[in-house]
């Protein structure tokens, strides 16, 4: 009797450890857009060594998918969305949150835009030319500037005709239009998918810039202004208190 008892035990113990190897980890999260509105139906994978898993965003953004241990490729995408990839290292099968997930939609064209609450808002292309006397020679913006209500902004660049983002120069300008001082000049930093930075790359072709701006109007050049300069291109736009 007690020898039968003993090979169950162990037919038993083997059993589970066999179940056991065959269970995953599960990755939880909701994905969002910029504008904080969940995205329903995003398609959501996980790669790792051996095995790909699929699911999609329910109609509140949330997900649920599971992974094998090791070094995993998240990925997220959906049409009209700017694509994101999340590198992740995990070697237990565990239930982790990894909250939430931004995907930037693709603006309607190339240009200069703030997130606004619900949408972007497009900033103002115009150019600069330059006026040289005997002593200086100063720069001014022409046409109207776009009008932002709010000090803290987010200003996403969307170029169509360069591959790479590389960010742009941000002047002060003052009531008779005349360029001044540099807020900040271009970034070469590039922080993939972390906010940590004034500068941030969304993708090859799309950059965000978060910064504080006092009441005033500004120019966001593309390049720099230099003393040889004499017309150029780039946005202007007005931060209202």
Do not use: H
Not at 74 to 79: H, N, Q, R
């Amino acid at each position: 009797m007690f020898r039968k008892i003993f090979v169950s035990v162990i037919v038993v113990l083997l059993a589970s450890k066999a179940v056991s190897a065959f269970e995953t980890g599960t990755l939880r999260g909701r994905v969002i857009d910029g504008f904080g509105k969940p995205i329903n139906f995003a398609n959501i994978a996980v790669v790792s060594t051996g095995s790909k898993t699929k699911t999609t965003s329910d109609a509140t953004g949330v997900f649920s998918i599971d992974y094998n241990p090791g070094n995993l490729k998240l990925t997220f995408d959906k049409e009209g969305y700017v694509p994101l990839y999340v590198p992740l290292s995990l070697d237990e099968k565990t239930d982790l949150s990894v909250g939430d997930i931004t995907l930037w939609k693709i603006p309607p064209k190339g240009g200069l835009f703030v997130v606004g609450d619900g949408g972007y808002i497009g900033i103002n292309n115009t150019e600069y030319y330059s006026e040289a006397s005997s002593k200086e020679r100063r720069f001014y913006v022409k046409g109207s500037p776009t009008v932002i209500k709010g000090q803290d902004i987010k200003i996403i660049d969307f170029q169509t005709d360069n591959p790479l983002v590389v960010g742009k120069t941000l002047y002060s300008v003052d009531s008779k239009g005349s360029l001044g001082s540099i807020i900040f000049y271009p970034s070469q930093k590039y922080v993939l998918n972390k906010e940590e930075d004034t500068y941030t790359k969304i993708a090859d072709n799309v950059g965000m810039r978060k910064v504080n701006l006092p009441p005033g109007r500004y120019f966001y050049c593309t390049g720099e202004i230099t003393i040889r300069s004499k017309i150029g291109f780039g946005f202007f736009f007005e931060i209202s208190s």
